[in-house]
């Protein structure tokens, strides 16, 4: 069994145990965090009508904060003498899938 989630602006294909990670989320570690369901696919059952997916419930576990890879940003104007350089790395949230339930 599998479900689609949107997770942070994104829709993340999961199963129960995959660890994944999210946009940042205000949750503390050890919290338990609701992800909306998309799709959800049992066996051959395939459920997509919001009305059957709204009975879904795919819980996560909050693991910790980590951060994205450095990304360096260069700004060069020629024949000015301008050069600027910044870089960032951005906040993400990882969380372990800890079930997808059906039991509405």
């Not at 819980?59 to 301008?82: D, F």
């Amino acid at each position: 069994m599998y479900a689609i989630v949107r997770a942070g602006g994104r829709q993340e294909k999961v199963t129960e145990g995959d660890v994944l990670t999210v946009d940042r989320l205000k949750e503390e570690v050890g919290a338990t965090v609701t992800f909306p369901a998309v799709l959800v696919v049992d066996g051959d059952k395939v459920v997509t009508s919001p009305a059957e997916l709204a009975k879904y419930e795919v819980t996560a576990e909050v693991l910790g904060a980590v951060k994205g890879p450095k990304i360096n940003i260069m700004h060069y104007r020629s024949k000015t003498g301008y050069k600027r350089r910044m870089g960032h790395r951005q906040p993400y949230t990882r969380v372990k899938v800890t079930g997808i339930k059906s039991g509405k």
